[in-house]
């Protein structure tokens, strides 16, 4: 998950996820096994309808004897590796200002058009000024 906003224990022991940055909410079972997934854009909270207010009724992790578990390290992308060597803070900044229509290859790409327009004006201006140097050579010669 990017950024879990919201978790609700469900009567059915399932646990109801809104993974804000994610852009999606889910319900996972006991186990951890995602049964059900819906993309939608930056959710804040979920819950289920017919369950009552934050899904009353639904037992706690202390009461299923839930254990703590952590994710798989094996399991981590290439991204969140090099998302992980930056301050969380700095990355949740990032994420506000990023829309969240902008994936990894858009991103790139405008940074490969940031990063090509200045080159392309500096090769440019330096055409024209050498153009303008021959120029005046030919004109000052005649």
Do not use: K
Not at 92 to 98: F, K, P
């Amino acid at each position: 998950m990017t950024w879990p906003r919201d978790a609700d224990r469900l009567p059915n022991g399932h646990t109801l996820m809104a993974d804000s940055n994610g852009d999606r909410v889910l319900e996972v079972d006991e186990n951890g096994t995602v049964v059900w997934s819906i993309d939608i854009g930056f959710p804040y909270e979920a819950e289920r309808l017919g369950t009552g207010d934050e899904s009353t009724g639904g037992p706690s992790a202390a009461a299923m004897n839930s254990e703590t578990r952590s994710p798989d390290p094996a399991d981590r992308s290439l991204f969140a590796d090099i998302v992980a060597l930056f301050p969380p803070s700095l990355v949740t900044a990032a994420a506000y200002v990023r829309p969240g229509w902008v994936g990894t290859t858009e991103l790139l790409a405008a940074a490969g058009v940031g990063l090509a327009v200045p080159l392309w004006v500096v090769v440019e201006l330096r055409h024209r000024s050498l153009s303008l140097r021959t120029l005046r050579g030919s004109v000052d010669r005649d």
